[in-house]
């Protein structure tokens, strides 16, 4: 059916699926905060989290089945919402499945830490939902507490305090751009509404306002920052290794998932007529953000630092689809995203299964000879970096993904130089992901190395469905590449293709 | 059919693991052979279609809105290679079964499993007509062979060999991935038929100069032609069997495949041929020196390899039909004896354990069949008659003297020839027939695994010359056929003819390459001295590159991610700076002065004045209470800023937003002794200065021009056509309620309650340390103390007297809680936070919680009873006569009033207890 | 009225911005960020008399965050403080390259 959303039932009903995770959240975080920390506890309150997750999904899903879309208004209801959400879920009951093991492992009895998931994951849902700025806020703010505290969360360690306040003050610093830039861009349209402003700038020619420009550029630093992009990207790694890994995973997946979504949504939608002037920023920030990404991850030692830069060049890649802000680069968004979970999950998870106590162990060479006393998580981890090489048939789904964004900057008007960048930097990371692989597989194990401990199995579940599913997608990617397709955003202003912004009236 | 053939490649590699446990040491290499043999024999069956000349194609849609289809086709040129790989794959698998009986089970089985899955690719990148289904299979072969290469990785040499090879060919198929594409631009398609079909149109394109130089960086890469051709001697620390397979008779020809492929392209770009010849010419004087040079076995003829695929890159580069002839014959003359030659060495060194050529002679008296076979190959090789060696040879003069080019290429062929005749001699002479004695007892012998390899092939070498014409008119015609694109005549050379050109040729070749051979001792002696091309060749100079590389990465790192805080926030600023001003730029649009100054008034200009001044004091003052003070100034003044544009209720919500920040601040550094000392030096406030002077600048040329364009657009545009000011004087709370009904502000009290649980799970331990043994260190002041009930209380009281303001209006809840909290924080500052934690009784999260609760639940009467969620409903009771109208709402509020509360309280006692550790 | 109040709130944004640049101190910066979001509360305001109510509305929003923000940045701030007995930023620097 068709919500009209001025009607508080039928937007009830439009939120149904955030509304049911926020409701269970909140039961959650009751049930978390009272009573002893223990162990047992903790996995409780995990395992009732990845229940409400998967209600949710189901939720989501029953949505996105029936086909349901939305008049103008705060809330955006179409398929390109759902994909969005599907994924973020995914990588929050991954990260959730995770944590359990970790946090019992480093003893770390905090069951509100699979609640904090749970909020930041309602911010993204709602990130995933909105069409209004004030929501975009809303769900960025709400996403990004939750995300500080999970970085802080093992309260005995010291970098992890420093990874905590390197992400807050930064992130509340950029906060204060990306909420200066929504006030501009409200002075300039008289609207926060995404599809508003969209319509504003081309019916009252507000291409050259200068409030308009002042307000877009410090949107793109504060969205920037959240994706991780380059020049915004310091804290990515800093917090990546002093966060605990689980929750490094989930940032490296659901939080670059949904802040992206946003990112195309507001290009796709409210500043499509301003892309004759902001194309070339965003391109060099793509450029800027693959080059700096893989040139520096090729000298990281330490493997979660590694794939925090490996990450920020994947979210170089990523800004090739906003660069394009079109269908084609919103589907390879969410292709190229489900890969990137999955391997970036399975990853994190085997360096979760190999570290000791204490995040000891994850050097890069500590994993030295792997093969030999772990076959099945060399493996995985193989084709876990081959996939975010994007290397063909060994690395599953992620050559797939590499080759939609391609598609995207090729199709007309097609950034030819852009793909070549992507191919280039990609040769770049080739050299960082494959020493992994040569380290596991041809380095003699050094005698006194720690076995690794044994994996429990909510680990082993997630390395094992993360591995099989690149690779059967990656034998068999039609029939997600047909929902990919067919996800895109419905703009409300525009029925077809977007075209090019006509070049700016001088 | 094709994909079946390739499915059941596939799975036969799959199963080769259990099935090489199954079988055990002996037979596991003579029954996994029997998949490559079938499908050879598979193969085969196509023998007439081929001949006829037609091919077989197949066709799969994989992942057509990418495409990406599995496109097969099986011509002539693709039938040639396909019986190479199924034919010397079945012969590899044989003779490792038994080169590799000293390694242990699971190493044999990885290696069983390994070499038949290259054959897979193999078969799959020389079947695929769709480019990127190529490239799949191409970037296969490479990873294979990577881990073929590291087999043994126990030591550093193979894996340095290994990671070398894997960046080097990986590397180049990314080269070809970027030619793909511009291929997919140019043609609209990314079939090779297409490309062969339409090369004219294709040379036209814009990209052809990248499209060439990305489909020459992969075949040099995959085919080890100069500058790359380094990683294939360094490979041969791979299993003999592997190089044998990988490294001579099959990976390394892809690169002349794709070149075979990409020729009519190549010819109808500018100067593309001479390119090709160019670095051919290279390769061959470069691998033909260093064969001269080398010492090991393997690497003699690794080098030897290297120049032979040198003349291949060659042949390509020449037009003409006999090129093409050349060629073709030569990929097969080629994989014959050296693969034969490899399997050889492989015995001797088996045998052995002997990998210098030095060390070795007389090992005829231990292996005579080998001996026989290396000789056969080595004849071949050295391009006598009646061998194929001496066929394809003659082919390759022919080639020549018909091509438009100059006598250099003549000139190198015939050296480089002469050169590979005296290799020819040296690696089956000096190992097997001279220097007796010299192997005392070998540890192996032979066995027939290790036999049928090179004597099938060597004895093939001789019979299919011998026996030319169903070979010619079922593989050679039709795969020349296939890459020349029109069917050639074959007429062979032949001794009956007399003395041709190309005889006389031969016979220089050969009488050079003898006179080499006789003095091959003193030329190597002498080459060997010279050390000059080791330290500038392009293996080190690759080397070079990777070191530079790193070092350079590692100095991006330090001087990107220097961890300092204060940098990284400077460089967002700089960048957001950057950002706007890139927005005038491209807009073409400067800031311009407005024509008339605004009208400043006093009063809200007084004010704005306060309020900088006070946020001036904050950023300048010394000490941390100063700061807060100005701070807390600021935020008063913004406030009354919010009542003079028509906000009172934003501006009571300031007030206690404030307020309580001040409180919170307060407790904070209670807890912590702080201070702030000025720790900079004198170049970082410059610095600072500089930057904060010119982010100053870019926001005031933005603001100025705004003005001017908001009195032009702005107000007068707008307001004639919209005239609304109709937010003055309104209740925003009011607002909320209509227009948003209460989503919103149930949206920011679950931030408010998350924030509380986040407080609480940030600060301290909750089992230990929080009972009442800790002795508060906050200090106590007396006056505070007396006078902190009374004002406890009077805030409580405000505070249900604001949330029952407005009694049919949602609204009071927050500040009302906001007010209530501060009334508690009161008290913790005045007699201790375990004081106020006594006189709340209740949990501060259940107080949250409940509240949250409170607020969903008010909404759902509205639900069920009207099916608005949060739609309030009323209810008018006569008490004692007066009419009390009370509704849903006060439940919303009291909700929002104990969230709000529960969280303060909760960030206060949490403190508490940081503070008692 | 809008004019003054634009140009107010720029100018309080600035002088946050300059604070959270130059000072060392964790809590400082922080307090200065607040500032900035004031600064734009104040933005909105004067906004939302040219535009109707959703500038106000937008206020209240980020008031609420701004809170919350301060709770937990507050909270952190305290644990950085154990870990380092100060909090200044010059000393936080475990992670780099």
Not at chain 2, 731 to 743: A, P, Y
């Amino acid at each position: 059916m068709r919500f009209d959303l001025d009607r508080p039932l039928e937007l009830t009903f439009a939120l149904a699926p955030d509304l049911l995770l926020i409701a269970g959240t909140m039961v959650l975080l009751l049930a978390s905060a009272w009573g002893t920390e223990t162990a047992k506890r903790q996995r409780a309150v995990g395992r009732w989290s990845i229940a409400l997750c998967v209600l949710t999904l189901a939720a989501v899903i029953y949505m996105w089945w029936a086909g349901h879309t939305a008049t103008r208004g705060a809330i955006a209801v179409d398929p390109f919402r759902w994909a969005t959400d599907v994924l973020i879920l995914l990588g929050a009951i991954l990260a959730i499945a995770l944590s359990m093991d970790y946090l019992e492992r480093e003893r770390i009895d905090v069951a509100e830490a699979h609640v904090l998931i749970l909020f930041a994951v309602s911010g993204m849902m709602l990130l995933a939902a909105a069409r209004d700025l004030m929501i975009v806020f809303l769900g960025i703010e709400l996403m990004s507490i939750a995300v500080y505290v999970l970085a802080g969360l093992n309260r005995r360690s010291g970098r992890a305090a420093e990874a905590a306040l390197k992400y807050f003050l930064l992130g509340a610093f950029s906060s204060g751009f990306l909420l200066y830039g929504i006030a501009l861009v409200f002075g300039a349209t008289g609207s926060t509404n995404i599809a508003d402003i969209g319509a504003a700038i081309l019916e009252r020619g507000l291409t050259t306002n200068a409030m308009l420009l002042a307000g877009v550029g410090l949107l793109v630093v504060g969205l920037g920052f959240k994706v991780a992009a380059a020049p915004f990207h310091m804290w990515t790694p800093d917090v990546y290794e002093g966060a605990p890994t689980p929750m490094t995973a989930f940032m490296a997946a659901a939080v670059k998932a949904a802040a992206f979504a946003v990112f195309l949504r507001i290009w796709m939608e409210a500043f499509p007529y301003l892309n004759g002037a902001w194309h070339k920023p965003l391109w060099y920030l793509a450029v800027f953000t693959m080059v700096v990404g893989n040139v520096v991850a090729l000298v990281q030692k330490n493997i979660k630092r590694m794939l925090a830069y490996s990450s920020i060049a994947h979210a170089g890649y990523l800004l090739v689809a906003v660069v394009v802000s079109n269908f084609e680069g919103a589907s390879a968004y969410l292709f190229y995203v489900f890969a990137y979970t999955l391997a970036t999950m399975g990853a994190f998870a085997v360096v979760i299964a190999l570290a000791q106590t204490g995040e000891r162990g994850q050097q890069i060479e500590d994993y030295a000879g792997l093969w030999r006393v772990r076959p099945g998580l060399a493996a995985a981890m193989a084709v876990f970096m081959l996939a975010l090489l994007g290397f063909p048939i060994f690395g599953g789904m992620g050559f797939f993904a590499k080759w939609y964004v391609l598609q995207a900057a090729l199709r007309p008007p097609s950034q030819t130089n852009l793909a070549i960048w992507v191919v280039g930097t990609s040769l770049v990371s080739a050299a960082y992901y494959l020493y992994v692989v040569m380290v596991m597989f041809m380095k003699a194990r050094p005698a006194e190395a720690p076995s690794p401990l044994k994996v429990p199995g909510m680990t082993r579940f997630v390395i094992a469905t993360c591995a099989i599913v690149l690779l059967v997608v990656g034998i068999w990617p039609r029939p997600v590449l047909r929902v990919a397709r067919r996800s895109l955003p419905q703009l409300v202003h525009l029925s077809e293709d977007l075209p090019r912004a006509p070049a700016p009236p001088r | 059919m094709i994909a079946w053939l390739l499915g059941f490649a596939f799975l036969g590699s799959c199963a080769a693991w259990p099935l090489s446990f199954l079988f055990g040491r002996r037979a596991s290499g003579w029954l996994l052979a029997l998949v490559p043999a079938s499908l050879f024999v598979a193969f085969l069956d196509f023998v007439p279609t081929i001949a006829a000349g037609r091919a077989v194609e197949w066709r799969m849609t994989w992942a057509p809105s990418l495409g990406v289809d599995l496109t097969l086709r099986l011509d002539g040129f693709s039938f040639l290679f396909a019986l190479l790989i199924t034919g010397i794959g079945a012969l590899v698998v044989v003779y490792a079964g038994d080169y590799l009986s000293n390694e242990s089970a699971p190493s044999r089985a990885r290696f069983f499993t390994l070499i038949l899955l290259f054959m897979t690719a193999m078969l799959g990148a020389v079947l695929s007509d769709n480019l990127l289904v190529l490239f799949l299979f191409w970037e296969a072969t490479s990873i294979l062979s990577f881990l073929l290469i590291g087999f043994h990785a126990d030591s550093p040499h193979p894996r340095r060999a290994a990671l070398m090879a894997l960046r080097v060919t990986a590397g180049g198929g990314l080269a070809l991935l970027a030619a793909i594409i511009l291929v997919g631009m140019s043609l609209g398609s990314y079939l090779l038929t297409d490309v062969t079909a339409r090369a004219y149109e294709l040379a036209q394109s814009p990209w052809i100069v990248p499209i060439l130089i990305g489909v020459l960086i992969a075949a040099f890469t995959k085919s080890a032609q100069f500058p790359f051709h380094f990683w294939l001697p360094n490979a041969m620390q791979a299993p003999t069997p592997a190089s044998a397979y990988l490294h001579s008779a099959t990976m390394v020809k892809l690169g002349i495949y794709l070149l075979a492929r990409f020729e009519p392209v190549i010819g109808a770009a500018p100067r593309g041929r001479d390119t090709l010849i160019a670095f051919a010419l290279a390769t061959m004087l470069i691998a033909a020196f260093q064969a001269l040079r080398a010492e090991n076995f393997k690497t003699v003829l690794a080098y030897s390899t290297v120049a032979s695929l040198g003349i291949l890159v060659m042949l390509v580069g020449l037009d003409g039909p006999i090129a093409t002839v050349a060629m073709v014959g030569f990929v097969l003359a080629h994989a014959l004896y050296k693969a034969t030659l490899f399997f050889c060495a492989g015995s001797v060194l088996h045998a052995t354990g002997l990998s210098k050529l030095r060390a070795m002679g007389g090992l005829v008296r231990f292996l005579p069949v080998t001996a026989v076979a290396a000789a056969l190959a080595s004849l071949s090789m050295a391009g006598l008659p009646p061998f194929v060696g001496f066929i394809s040879k003659e082919f390759l003069f022919e080639a020549q003297i018909q091509s438009s080019w100059n006598a250099v290429p003549m000139a190198v062929a015939v050296l480089v020839n002469a050169v590979l005749v005296a290799v020819a001699g040296v690696v089956t002479l000096r190992p097997f027939f001279l220097g007796r004695g010299k192997v005392k007892h070998v540890k192996h012998g032979e066995t027939p695994a290790l036999l049928v390899g090179p004597v099938v092939l060597s004895l093939l070498g001789l019979l299919l010359s011998l026996e030319p014409d169903w070979i010619t008119a079922a593989v050679m015609r039709p795969a020349v056929a296939a890459v020349y694109g029109a069917d050639v005549a074959l007429e062979l050379p032949s001794l009956r003819h007399g003395v041709t050109q190309t005889l006389a040729l031969s016979a220089v070749v050969v009488g050079i390459g003898a006179l080499i051979l006789r003095f091959w001792g003193p030329i190597h002696a002498h080459l060997r001295s010279r050390t000059l091309i080791d330290r500038y060749d392009t293996e080190h100079a690759f080397e070079a590159i990777t070191r530079r590389g790193g070092r350079l990465a590692a100095a991006t790192a330090r001087w990107v991610q220097h961890g300092d805080l204060r940098k990284y926030l400077w460089v967002v600023l700089a960048s957001g700076m950057a950002f706007v001003i890139w927005g005038h730029v491209a807009t073409g649009r400067w800031p311009r002065l407005p024509d008339t100054l605004p009208g400043w008034r006093i009063g809200p200009a007084a004010v704005a004045l306060i309020g900088i001044g006070g946020a001036f004091a904050a950023v300048r003052a010394r000490t941390l209470v100063s700061t807060m003070v100005a701070v807390g100034l600021t935020g008063f003044v913004a406030a009354l800023t919010f009542m003079m544009n028509g906000a009172p209720d934003l501006a009571l919500t300031q007030f206690a937003v404030e307020s309580l920040i001040v409180v919170l601040l307060t407790l904070v550094l209670l807890v912590l002794p702080l201070d702030a000392p000025s720790t900079r030096t004198r170049r970082e406030r410059t610095l600072d200065a500089s930057l904060a002077a010119a982010f100053s600048l870019v926001v005031f040329g933005v603001l100025v021009d705004m003005s001017t364009t908001s009195r032009a657009t702005l107000i007068s545009d707008f307001f004639a056509a919209h005239s609304y000011v109709s937010a003055f004087g309104r209740n925003v709370v009011n607002v909320i309620l209509v227009d948003f009904r209460g989503f919103d502000t149930l949206g920011e009290t679950t931030v408010i309650a998350l924030s509380a649980i986040l407080a609480w799970s940030l600060l301290g331990p909750r089992t230990s340390g929080a009972g009442g043994a800790a002795v508060a260190r906050g200090r106590t002041i007396f006056i505070l103390s007396m006078t902190s009930r009374l004002f406890f209380w009077l805030l409580t009281v405000l505070s249900v007297l604001i949330l029952l303001r407005g009694h049919n209006q949602i609204g009071g809840g927050f500040v009302g809680g906001l007010t209530a909290a501060l009334g508690f924080a009161l008290i913790s500052l005045a007699d201790g936070t375990d004081r106020a934690r006594a006189m709340l009784r209740v949990h501060p999260i259940s107080l949250a919680g409940g509240g949250l609760f409170l607020a969903i639940a008010s909404g759902l009467p509205g639900l069920i009873l009207h099916g608005d969620f949060l739609r309030h409903l009323w209810l008018e009771i006569d008490v004692f006569g007066i009419p009390i109208k009370q509704g849903t709402t006060l439940p919303f509020d009291l909700g929002v009033y104990l969230v709000v509360l529960g969280t303060v309280l909760a960030f206060l006692f949490g403190l508490r207890r940081e503070a008692a550790r | 009225m809008i004019q003054e109040a634009l140009f107010f709130s720029a100018v309080l944004f600035i002088i946050g911005v300059i604070g959270v640049l130059t000072r060392r101190n964790a809590i400082i910066i922080f307090m200065c960020v607040e500032l900035m979001l004031n600064a734009v509360n104040l933005s909105f305001v004067a906004l939302s008399r040219l535009y109707g109510i959703a500038g106000q509305v937008f206020v209240i929003f980020v008031m609420t965050v701004a809170a919350a923000e301060a709770a937990v940045g507050l909270a952190i701030i305290i644990s950085i403080f154990r870990h380092h007995e100060n909090v200044d930023l010059r000393n936080i620097n475990l992670m780099r390259g």
